[in-house]
């Protein structure tokens, strides 16, 4: 079939002028997936349907958003009693757009004339003295003065105290007014030496859990600053933890958070695991790189002894660090999914691809840096897959060491296909990270265990880790900036500069036999 020569500044003239790539398709006899690429070629993002829709109509996609936002539309809808036509005009969008929103999110319509009853709530809503009246005198929250309208969420009061000026609580005078008629817990708190011993063995969150605190840690942080308790503890519920709790949530993925029913310490002490996905045998442990180092766990094998245990009940244990949640989130919230069978990739088999033996080796180190949780290393030897001139997978070798394989969408059969074809002789062997993974993938295409290596370390360096080899004796010794002592060794030297080290759970050694290419 003879190829269709492309005009790409008219496709990219027309692309901006609101035509879609069907119609342009249509105008220029090729194909909308041509048309694309070409646009793609230029660097310039597709448009959705919707999007193309509504330069069509003059409307701004950022309006988007909001119709997006199912507590957004809920607000307006059912709480401010909006009717169809006055959310569009407030978001800025057509009514027929608000009533596609609706029925995505299944909010029941209203009938005719429903909005009349609701006048009362809405007198009230936007009664500046009702609102003031509730808050600071009656001290009712939010959420209680939305239950006593008969509304479902505190969204629109929280909305009309700001526009009419009511100024809200803090959250700790909130938890001290929660809790004022509490005078058992109050005694508890007073009581500076209970706080003390409990404070030695709990966080301040285990504390108001076991008091029954619903708002939280707020009141036994406010008596541990009134005795002048240091705070020496990391709360169990760090934001890391609340970041992956809300990614498993958002994903309606059901999970437990600091579960202390999997595993025990070598004493039968219950040991806590940040969060168990039960239905998936598996466990996570987020670990903030200063508080995991050894400068609080003097314990080398912490974090091995956690993965063993929770093997041993039947459990994965995924081991992930703050600096890389920080850092790589998208890596990192690809793997939670991955362990879970929740990931969305895209899917495409390794014969639909072509092999790239000599790909360019800037692009695949920085392919590796964007997709690879330890992002590029040292390569003799690299492979890519390409899917329609676009790299989607990358293996490297260091002599015959696989050093690392990563892809960008799901490839079948991919990490099977490029080791077939590395064009090396004899045995390859290759490392696996157990804090992040379980080897399956390479037992799965014929690597054999050939042994297990204990656990290893990394510097903390402020609030992220850094390779051993980056702070040898010699470092010490020629780097006027780091304190330097004859005769120490590296890690008392380590010691005297306030580097702390933190360990992993330990590696895997695979090894893989290949026949003579």
């Known amino acids: 079939m003879k190829r269709i020569a492309v005009d790409e500044v008219a496709i990219a003239e027309d692309y901006k002028n609101g035509l879609s790539v069907e119609k342009i398709g249509d105008k220029y006899s090729i194909s909308p997936k041509t048309v694309k690429r070409a646009l793609t070629r230029l660097g310039i993002a597709i448009r959705s ?17 909001n119709l997006d936002d199912r507590e957004f539309v809920s607000n307006l809808y059912i709480d401010c009693a909006l009717s169809e036509t006055e959310m569009a005009n407030s978001i800025g969008c057509t009514r027929s757009m608000v009533r596609t929103a609706l029925a995505r999110f299944k909010i029941p319509l209203r009938k005719p004339g429903t909005l009349k009853a609701n006048a009362k709530i809405l007198k009230k809503l936007n009664d500046v003295n009702y609102l003031a009246d509730a808050h600071d005198n009656r001290k009712l929250s939010p959420k209680q003065i939305a239950e006593e309208l008969g509304i479902s969420s505190n969204g629109a009061v929280i909305d009309r105290m700001k526009k009419l000026g009511v100024t809200r609580r803090t959250n700790k005078e909130a938890a001290i007014i ?32 076991e008091l029954g605190l619903s708002s939280g840690d707020h009141l036994v942080q406010l008596y541990l600053k009134k005795h002048e308790i240091k705070a020496t503890r990391r709360n169990t519920t760090s934001y890391l933890e609340y970041q992956v709790s809300k ?5 309606n993925i ?20 940040d969060i168990v996905i039960p239905q998936s045998n598996l466990a996570i442990e987020i670990n903030g790189v ?17 993965r063993i245990s929770c093997k041993n009940t039947g459990f ?41 033996h000599h790909p360019d080796i800037a692009k695949t180190k920085e392919f590796l840096d964007k997709w690879h949780i330890q992002g590029q290393a040292a390569q003799s030897k690299t492979l890519a897959l ?26 079948r059969g991919g990490f099977s296909r490029l080791l077939k074809n590395c064009g090396l002789e004899g045995d390859i062997i290759s490392f ?45 010794m020629n780097d006027d900036e780091l304190i330097f002592e004859d005769g120490k060794t590296e890690f008392e030297l380590a010691e005297m500069n306030g580097l702390y080290r933190i360990y992993n759970s330990g590696m895997l050694r695979l090894k893989y036999s290949l026949t003579p290419q």
């Open 386 to 411: 390409e899917l329609d001139g676009e790299t989607v997978a990358v293996m490297s070798f260091k002599g015959n060491e696989l050093s690392r394989y990563a892809t960008s969408i799901k490839v």
């Open 316 to 356: 994965r244990l995924l081991s992930l660090y703050g600096d890389d949640i920080h850092h790589k989130w998208p890596i990192v919230e690809r793997i939670i999914l991955n362990a879970v069978g929740k990931c969305q990739d895209k899917v495409t088999d390794a014969r639909k691809c072509k092999i790239n």
């Open 178 to 209: 929660a809790h004022g008629a509490g005078e058992y817990t109050h005694s508890l708190l007073s009581d500076k030496d209970w706080l003390t011993n409990e404070y030695k063995t709990k966080t301040t969150l285990r504390i108001g859990r």
């Open 247 to 251: 990614l498993l949530s958002d994903n």
């Open 290 to 306: 200063v508080w995991h180092s050894t400068k609080f766990k003097k314990d080398t094998k912490y974090h091995e002894f956690k």
């Open 49 to 65: 349907p919707r999007e193309t829709k509504a330069m069509f109509a003059g409307i701004d996609c950022a309006c988007f958003k």
């Open 254 to 273: 059901s999970h437990l958070r600091n579960c202390r029913s999997l595993i025990t310490s070598a004493d039968n002490n219950k040991l806590e695991i």
């Open 432 to 476: 696996v990270d157990l804090d992040t993974f379980s080897g399956d993938a390479y037992e799965a295409v014929g690597f054999k265990i050939d042994g297990y290596l204990k656990p290893d370390y990394k510097y903390v360096i402020g609030n992220k880790r850094v390779h051993k080899f980056c702070y040898r004796k010699k470092r010490f």
